[in-house]
């Protein structure tokens, strides 16, 4: 976790970070923005790449709405078939606010 976002890695490599900014939530991915193979006409994205913090996730959606929302679970599931993820099945949810 950094000041400015949390980023997840697999492996060393970025795979995606969150960003918040005011009331909205950016989504960055380690996808190509211009990618005509992927359905992404729906998500309102556009590309960082030229940000240095953002070249290895230049894919980025600004989630404003439960719909988009759901939509962006459909692009983290893309993520994770191309980066080959798996689940980790020893994970235990824990409420850090507690501490």
Known sequence: M???NEEFTKDGE???KLS???KIVRLHLALDPNDPTLPFERYNQFSLAEKPSYKDVPFTVKIRSELLFRRCKELIR???EIKKLTKN???QKQDF???
């Open 2 to 4: 950094t000041f400015k």
């Open 14 to 16: 970025i795979v995606a």
């Open 20 to 22: 918040i900014s005011g």
């Open 78 to 80: 893309i993520v994770a």
């Open 89 to 91: 099945e020893s994970y």
């Open 97 to 99: 606010t507690s501490i």
